[in-house]
């Protein structure tokens, strides 16, 4: 994939442009259950999936909360530590094997420097509207599966249903029944 189809979902580029990001960004090869940031770490990139998936979750316990699910063609970070830069109070681990482009805050604001066109990159950071809305709209179970479904349309194809329950915070009974319904 290159840089002007990793760009392209958030504004134009020119040729110059695009090869500051390709000098500014790493490629990044990650295996099953490799972990990409762990609690206490201070989240300090973000990512475009290239290939593979991965899941963020919140240890409680005995239990992982699901707090995302990412794709490929997506950008991932983790959103209160990398904005707040504090410590993470969660894992991004690699769901299967992965490979990504890793985009360091420095670099951005390294690539920003260079050229005006890369403050279209602030909108990889709207990513938090998704789980906004999906909890902030008394939305029942069917509209939040549904919402995902369009949002998301593959995440139904790789992902568990126990997993795609746990980000909805429905049980996944409900899930099932949800989805024999479609």
């Known amino acids: 994939m290159s840089a002007q189809e990793i760009l392209a979902s958030v504004g134009s580029f020119s040729p110059y442009d ?24 201070i989240c300090q990139s973000v990512y475009f999936i290239l290939s593979g998936s991965f899941f963020q979750f919140q240890d409680n316990d005995l239990t992982e909360t699901i707090i995302d699910l990412h ?20 894992t991004i681990k690699a769901f ?3 490979e990504v482009i890793e985009l360091s ?28 809305y ?4 008394a939305l029942s ?3 939040k599966y549904n919402y995902i479904k369009n949002v998301k349309p ?21 899930l099932s029944r949800v989805r024999a319904n479609h």
């Open 18 to 41: 695009l090869l500051l990001f390709e000098e500014k960004t790493v490629r990044k090869i990650f295996s099953k259950n490799d972990m990409l940031l762990q609690p206490g770490e």
């Open 71 to 90: 794709l490929p063609k997506e950008w991932m970070y983790n959103h209160p530590s990398l904005i707040e830069q504090k410590p993470s109070g969660t």
């Open 96 to 98: 299967e094997d992965a």
């Open 105 to 132: 805050l420095s670099n951005l604001h390294g690539l920003i420097a260079g050229s005006q066109s890369f403050l279209n990159l602030g909108r990889i950071f709207d990513q938090a509207n998704h789980r906004t």
């Open 134 to 137: 999906l909890f902030d709209n």
């Open 141 to 143: 179970p069917a509209q």
């Open 154 to 174: 593959l995440i139904v194809q790789v992902f568990p249903v126990k997993m795609i329950a746990s980000y909805l915070k429905i049980a996944p009974e409900t």
